[in-house]
């Protein structure tokens, strides 16, 4: 496997440097946003996503997944301009092939992304990580989008996928979907589907193919109530793993907050050792790490503190279980 950081809300010149220098290689980014584009360039250009690409190079890193892609929510509520959606998205596919980029992690989560009730809980030492409890909304107005049902969701998904999937294995770009954040049946009046492992492989039979598989995120399916390590195995054995997002939490799908990722309620050793097991060779990141002392809590599991105490904390991981595996 290849460790990778991601990169969302900023440049983070600094986080760059400091991931080369503790060994990280690969970058994690979403497609450059309208706001900082010159009139006229849409971000899945290729002149747009090669400068993007190119100033992480110079820094020492590989942009291997696109997460954040194009706008997909036309498609995700089966609303006019949906076909114009998956057109952008093809076309992201297409560049992606042109610049060596593999992997596009979406997700089918519309209007409401991942989303936490709190982001200022207290953990060990009083660092700040977010949770979310389903009491907290219970009862709130629904989005502009009213009320999605979960049939409406995979009638669109299914719309998407055909759609697309040749195209990903024409351009050899793998299709990961993430599972939804928090896995719970609706929020705030939209549907969520991909809310058990069962929902994931359903996806994989959808539209059959080696470019069609997910991104293991351990953390929504630790808060299923799933077996991290059998979802591993399950997965990886099918080559249905392209990417990971190694995190933890403790609780339940509606009632959980993140953590460290040494104290959480997975054995994330075996987890590693699971990742070896199968052969998963995709790029790996930490996700959603607390906000540590002399932080500000401006972007919520994205921190640099915690995300170099995770980088650490998963490199020792790596060195065990591969000496495992050497001295076996």
């Not at 890193?61 to 194009?70: D, F, H, Q, R, Y």
């Not at 193919?209 to 990886?236: D, H, K, V, W």
């Not at 933890?248 to 309620?265: C, K, L, M, S």
């Not at 052969?279 to 170099?308: C, K, Q, W």
Request: glycine share 10%; charged share 25%.
């Amino acid at each position: 496997m290849r460790l990778a950081t991601a990169y969302f809300f900023d440049e983070h010149k600094s986080k760059r440097a400091i991931a080369r220098q503790l060994g990280v290689t690969e970058a994690v980014i979403s497609v450059p946003g309208h706001r900082s584009l010159p009139e006229g360039l849409k971000p899945w250009d290729y002149d747009v996503l090669k400068d993007t690409v190119e100033e992480y190079e110079k820094d020492g890193l590989k942009v291997s997944v696109i997460e954040g892609p194009t706008p997909l929510d036309k498609v995700k509520l089966g609303l006019p301009g949906r076909d114009e959606e998956i057109e952008h998205f093809c076309t992201l596919m297409k560049n992606m092939n042109r610049l060596g980029i593999p992997v596009v992690c979406y997700n089918w989560m519309p209007v409401i992304g991942w989303f936490r009730s709190r982001n200022d809980i207290k953990t060990r030492g009083g660092a700040m990580v977010t949770g979310f409890n389903y009491d907290d909304v219970k009862g709130s107005p629904h989005t502009w989008a009213g009320q999605v049902s979960q049939e409406s969701l995979w009638t669109n998904l299914d719309y998407f996928l055909k759609a697309v999937v040749p195209v990903a294995e024409k351009y050899e770009i793998k299709l990961a979907i993430h599972p939804d954040d928090p896995p719970v049946p609706e929020l705030k009046g939209i549907g969520r589907i991909l809310i058990s492992a069962d929902a994931l492989k359903r996806v994989i039979d959808m539209v059959p193919s080696e470019f069609n598989g997910i991104t293991l995120c351990q953390g929504s399916i630790a808060a299923m109530g799933e077996n991290i390590p059998e979802a591993i195995r399950y997965f990886g054995s099918r080559k249905k793993i392209f990417f990971a997002h190694f995190r933890d939490i403790r609780g339940t799908a509606t009632d959980f907050h993140e953590v460290f990722h040494d104290d959480g309620q997975t054995d994330m050793f075996e987890a590693m050792k699971c990742y070896k097991e199968v052969g998963f060779e995709g790029p790996i990141r930490p996700d959603h790490v607390p906000t540590m002392a002399s932080e500000d809590n401006t972007n919520p599991g994205y921190g640099i503190l915690g995300t170099l105490f995770a980088i650490g904390y998963m490199k020792g991981l790596i060195e065990a279980v591969d000496k495992i595996y050497c001295d076996g």
